[in-house]
């Protein structure tokens, strides 16, 4: 949830010079400080961090991300190393040792061959091992490419085929499996390969745009200026224009290249990122990190350029253990720590997707996207639905975006916003869940859920988790600062010596600092309120515990909070159902709103209308909802139209409601009867036909539907109670004729006698 | 009773309307009456109609203070009691022919109860008007003009119905019968409609209503002349249905500005009544009846505000119906914007209408006291035309795609009335069936099965005796159809 993550944030926001960000890069970061350590490599295929010293490589995993990690070592022969892979299968090694061979090393037998080239003319310019069914190891020369396969049993490569092209320099990426060769004089005609492991597909050849400084001036493109980034499944090279200040967009289709319009930059230096599919675009030298969401052919920024934020390092260094993992964020953190971290200095390498590598330092920084506060920052500039949609296409942290979009509706709606925008929200909210459950990421995301909560599938790091966990019991924590005295303040901070809740001693440091606030900060202070509603409906063993705990000790929150929270973690798809969509959203406003509730009603149906054409179904509490809301307010004619037109769907529960609300309407009560008997409720029909007196009615209703599960004495009670002995006597015969035994029951002897009174009176 | 004499046997209905509390004295009992049809029956005839009526109330309250006389069944007619306000009365007497059309007494009260709330809508109640000139000039000025609008309003329907629905025959007021239509007061047609259909209304009906801002405003919205959704009570939902029907939906609405010739015929046609009206009213002290219609320029001591007149609606450039019954002026070419009284909450309220293509919406807005109401009224229907423009074409598309004919919604082969007496629902067979039927073809055949509430009753017609419109035949009628549970 959003709550912790953006009050300590916006705090910073108006404390430090930084400012507000929507990327950060978490402390501590992975460091890779070996002695001896002869530079650092990165192997994007096995996503490894490589460095090697003398006569060891060291290999440290970044996927999942930990700082945690302890390096794995090999040993290798002396020698140059110009470059250095792990075969996808982690069983060989690769060294290039020159512009002409590469060596191989066998992990477990520590055997090793050579490859070379043949000719003399022609140079390597570097490898990569690929997935693709024909060869497993690919030698980019400077006269095309060599592609080869391994045979364990010789323990050799044998070139399998060659394909002839001029090279100036290559790109390449594993996640994209497509490689690019640059050739001719500008170097901006390319030849692409995508060596997947459907097989290789040769990309038509295409040219690259360049503006020239000058008439006769023909620039050069850089390996550097072409970044190839997988963003929703979807590839796209990206080539910075220097002259014209551009970064140009390619998107590769099968059998066609197509360029998809430029974004301008801001910096001689730019580097590019991809988080959880969002592009980031860092302008080096200015600092700043612009997002784009190219899903849409909008090419707009999602928000304004923003500073690239450190966070989690901490006051005391000394103290580097994992557990103090929030919060005292600072982009200035360099100036505070005398640790050598400077952001975007020249060492920084960027690693494809969203790795930082700084080689001076000798660290690995992973960048993390803040849904919460590039949403609020992107709500800010534009319109709340298109901010719904990016945030519904976010996988990594799918349940804090989904949290971020319950919370958006919440607001939009609480605020009172105009329909058709809310309208517009929900479409997308109802749309993006019928996809999801379509392509069946939804259902797959409660699946893993449930049968493998140990095995985490999918991307996301425990560290995320762990950051999710602590933000809730913030925001339940800081809530409840609010309601109690100061002195629960100072107990908390007294607390703060246990691990479990220094992120509650941050809550209470930022919470001064909360007061004077801004905009923005406005904005999340609202959303952590709704938070903490949301989380008291949902999830009911955290709400009350959270209370209790704050006398009790504070670990035992943390792991109460821990249980549900880690569940939803798992999700693949901040898709959110219309189940989700009534407890999380309509049941908790319903209890805020005051006065008229025909907005309320108005933006129900307008997600009815969302829901019915992409034919979701929807919870009957909703319906209950909308029925209790009319008839608070006796709009009894409007809830008629609802029923008959079946805008509200015939359900028991509804049913139910219309009886009840029919309480001071006759007709809705009639409505609620025949829709029991449309549904064929007998046993509930003909209870509430006995309860309002038609006690007749229901007898022939029970004979003839076989209706015998309702007690004889309701309907002896009822005709009794109209105090007309016929009846009584009717009533009675019926149940004699027709229950066999009752006879000898006590409500028959009772109400006999009763009867016999009423003759006896009536005859005296 | 000197009803019966063969010199009214002429006159088929007679219409009064007067006050228990007025003209007590002796010689001031021409007080008594606010209107009375036909108007030139000598005051003689008419005082005593109203004697003994009021006769006949004075005695039978000493049974039943609280509801006092319905009816009286004379030989030859029928005396219908229905007391609109306190002290109030509205008596119609019927003529009983020879044939055998016997008038269902139930049907001729919701007539006289149908005149009464429309011109509570539109005018407010009579006996508001009274206490306003307690000499009575007012409210006679109002009643009779109204009156004779509304039995106007009906022979006004008829012809497109092809059927000769004539209130106003000459001298005569002819009921209209079974053959001719169906139909019954004091209820609302309703389309039907599929949830898709309904949600996409509804979803208009939202936008319609935040239209006009923060003032609780009510909408009604009629496809042709069937109810789709209203927001309103029950009771001005009728009201305001039954006013759409006359004088808003696309088929009143084009036959006025189709043919300019038709209005001018129309125009002279009550000049025709209004010379006769004249030609009588020697007889009749001018102080009783001030007829602006009869006299445009004359004698114009009241401002009525006609509703109910004919042909006076027309549809605007933008799409929004305009009339110039509510100018402030007769002769001015401002129109001002209608106002009518809501019963529920007795609330003034702003009527706007706006028609596209068969889709009719009426908004109904507060009249604010604080703010200028036009400029309100203007407001809302700039909101209307900017938001809600494109929904109300999807939501006329999606009607005219279930509607599929003149005659779909209609159980074929069958001519029926079918009321929901809970909901104040009723569904005739179109009116175009109606005369292709004998009355053989109807008789005790099982026609439909279950309307749309899903109660689930065969429906049948018991005997000859026919069924209801307006003001037809047997009393019993909703019971033989509506089979409770």
Partial sequence: MSGKASSSQSSVGLSGPGGLSHVYIQYPPLQCEISGSRGLFYDDGNKLLLSPTLDQVFSWKTMPFSPLVAPTSDTISEGPILSIRYSLDAKLIAIQRSNREIQFWHRETGETFSQSCRSESESILGFFWTDCPLCDIVFVKTSGLDLFAYNSESKSLHLVETRKLNVCWYAYTHESRLVLLASGMQCKTFNGFQLSSAGIIRLPRFEMAMAKPEANSKPVLAAEDIYIITVYGRIYCLQVDRVAMLLHSYRFYRDAVVQQGSLPIYSSRIAVSVVDNVLLVHQVDAKVIILYDIFADSRAPISAPLPLLLRGLRRFNSSASRSGREDIESSEANVVSGNETITYGDEWIFLVPDLICDVASKCLWKIHLDLEASSAIAASSSEMPSVLEFLQRRKLEANKAKQLCLAIVRTIILEHRPVPMVARAMDILVTNYSHSIKTGSYLKGIKSEKTSPSTVPHVSSPSAVAEVTASRVGALEKSVQHEFAAGVDSELFNRSSTLLSSDSEDNAISEPQKTNSSDIHFFYGKVDGENLMGAETSSTDVQPTSLQHQLLGPSNNALNANAPEQQEAQLTSPAISPDQMYSFIFAPIEEEMVGDPSYLVAIIIEFLHSANSEKVKVHPNLYVLTIQLLARYERYAELGLYVINKIVEPSKEVALQLLESGRQNIQTRKLGLDMLRQLSLHHDYVLFLVQDGYYLEALRYARKYKVNTVRPSLFLEAAFASNDSQHLAAVLRFFSDFIPGFQSTSDHNTYYRILNEMNSSIAA | ?485
């Avoid at chain 2, 004779?148 to 000459?170: E, H, I, T, V």
């Fill in chain 2, 1 to 485: 009773m000197g009803l019966s004499s063969a010199s009214t046997a002429t006159e088929a209905i007679k219409l009064c309307i007067f006050d228990l509390r007025r003209g007590q004295q002796e010689g001031q009992e021409l007080d008594k009456i606010l209107f009375f049809f036909p108007a030139d029956l000598p005051f003689s005839t008419q005082l005593s109609v109203i004697g003994l009526s009021e006769g006949l109330i004075t005695f039978t309250r000493i049974f039943s203070p609280e509801a006092a006389c319905e009816l009286i069944e004379a030989e030859r007619h029928s005396h219908v009691f229905y007391e609109a306000e306190p002290d109030i009365w509205m008596v119609m007497i019927v003529e009983k022919n020879e044939s055998e059309a016997i008038w269902r007494i139930a049907a001729l009260q919701k007539v006289l109860k149908e005149v009464h709330s429309l011109f509570l809508m539109f005018h407010g109640s009579i006996r508001a008007l009274l206490e306003k000139e307690p000499a009575g000039g007012l409210i006679r000025a109002h009643l009779h003009p109204f009156m004779m609008d509304y039995l106007r309003a009906c022979q006004k329907w008829s012809p497109l119905d092809n059927c000769c629905w004539d209130f106003l025959f000459g001298k005569k007021l002819l009921l209209p019968s079974f053959r001719d239509c169906l139909k019954e007061c004091g209820t609302v047609q309703m389309l039907n409609v599929s949830r898709e259909a309904a949600i996409e209304v509804q979803s208009l009906v939202r936008l319609l209503e935040s239209c006009a801002g923060s003032s609780p405003c009510y909408s009604l919205i009629l496809f042709q002349d069937l109810l789709v959704s209203t927001t309103l009570s029950p009771v001005d939902t009728i009201n305001l249905f039954t006013y759409a029907v006359l004088r808003l939906t696309p088929r009143t609405i084009s036959s006025g500005v189709s043919s300019w010739s038709y209005l001018r015929k129309g125009s002279t046609g009550s000049s025709v009544t209004a010379g006769y009206t004249l030609a009588h009213s020697a007889s009749v002290p001018d102080q009783y009846y001030c007829l602006p219609d009869t006299s445009p320029s004359g004698d114009n001591n009241y401002h009525v505000v006609r509703p109910l007149k004919r042909d006076r609606w027309s549809k605007a450039k933008d799409g929004f119906l305009v009339t110039d019954i509510w100018s402030a002026e007769a002769g001015s070419s401002t129109s001002a914007t209608p106002t009518i009284w809501l019963q529920q909450t007795e609330e003034r309220m702003y009527l706007c209408a706006y028609q596209f293509r068969s889709l009719t919406l009426i908004l109904v807005v507060p009249v604010a006291s604080i703010l200028n109401g036009e400029q309100l009224v203007s407001l809302v229907k700039q909101q209307v035309l900017e938001n809600a423009s494109l929904k109300m074409l999807k939501v006329e598309e999606k009607l005219s795609k279930g509607w599929g004919g003149e005659n779909a919604y209609h159980v074929s082969g069958y001519r029926y009335l079918l009321v929901d007496v809970d909901r104040n629902v009723s569904r005739a067979s179109p009116p175009g069936k109606v005369t292709t039927l004998t009355k053989d073809q109807v008789l005790r055949t099982v026609i439909v099965k279950g309307p749309k509430v899903g109660r689930l009753f065969p429906l049948q017609f018991s005997i000859p005796k026919v069924v209801s419109l307006a003001c037809t035949t047997t009393a019993n009628v909703n019971e033989v159809w509506h089979k409770k549970f």
